[in-house]
Structure formats: C-alpha cells, structure tokens
C-alpha cells in the first residue's frame, strides 16, 4: 500500500506553511525513524557535505546527528513554494558533548512526490558558537507561535 503524507503538491501558501510545520515538529522529536518516513524510500539528499540516499541512510544520519547535536531545538521558516518545491530557511541550537552550544543557520530546498513524500532535500548550514545565555530556541515550538518568522541574529 502506498505512503502518503498530506497535503500533497502542488503547493499553495497555506499548504507549504503546513508542511514546513510538520517537518519541524518531525524533526523536534529527534526520532530518526519517525523523521524518515516523510522522504520517499529512495530519497536523495545532500546535507553539508554529506551526500545521502535512501531511509535507511537517513536513519543512520539522524541517529549519528542527534548522538552529537544534544538538546537538538529546531526552528523552520517558508522561504518560497512552486508547485512541488519549497524552500525554507531554519535555525536550530544544540550543545556538543564538551557543554559548547551552537546555533546552526541553514537553506534548505525540499522536492515533493505526488503523494507528499520528499523525494529530495538539499541543505548548507553553517554553526556559529553562542554563548548559553544567548540562547532563543528551547524545546519545540509552541502552537501559538505556528508560522512565526524566526530573526536572522
């Protein structure tokens, strides 16, 4: 039986929102099998420099991500949509194994199948050091602040 993770292109703004908000409320529960099952089975995708296909590659990576990235909290923000493309801008904190917290600023361009499931994700994310007490991003985000842009600095 086929996948199917609604809403499904072609995107319109409501629809794209709703989708980024899923994929950062996925994405906030540092589960890598949960995450993985909104990319297609043979999903291709391109983190940093870090070239990866297929969900099995994806849980490996995500499970390998969050072992490091501690206390992972993500942000998203709709940057555009075309019919089964959107791109988004994020910024998650985390702390590494040493108490060292980052804010990590990315781009990512997302391609969706006919049935809502991502086929393709590209993404470059730069880390920045911040202090702890610099910190703005703590947990998942609540549903009263759904859709909210998130500030570049």
């Known amino acids: 039986m086929p996948e199917d993770r609604p809403p499904y292109p072609p ?3 409501e629809t794209a929102l709703q989708k980024v908000q899923a994929a950062e409320d996925a994405w906030n529960t540092r589960d890598p099998h949960r995450v993985a099952l ?12 870090t070239f990866i296909s297929g969900r099995e590659e994806i849980v490996a990576f995500l499970t390998h991500k969050w072992e490091r990235e501690l206390d992972y909290a993500l942000r998203k923000s709709l940057w555009g949509f075309h019919e089964n493309r959107i791109a988004v801008r994020f910024q998650y904190e985390w ?14 361009l997302w391609e969706f199948d006919e ?9 470059s994310i730069n880390d920045v050091a911040i202090p702890e007490a610099d910190r703005r991003i703590h947990g998942p985000r609540p549903r009263d602040e759904h859709g909210a842009d998130i500030p570049l600095r």
């Open 11 to 13: 995107f319109t703004r």
């Open 38 to 49: 909104a990319y297609t089975p043979d999903s291709r995708w391109r983190n940093r420099d």
């Open 95 to 108: 702390h590494d194994a040493e108490g060292r917290w980052w804010r990590s600023y990315g781009n990512e």
């Open 115 to 123: 049935r809502g499931l991502m086929r393709r994700r590209e993404a």
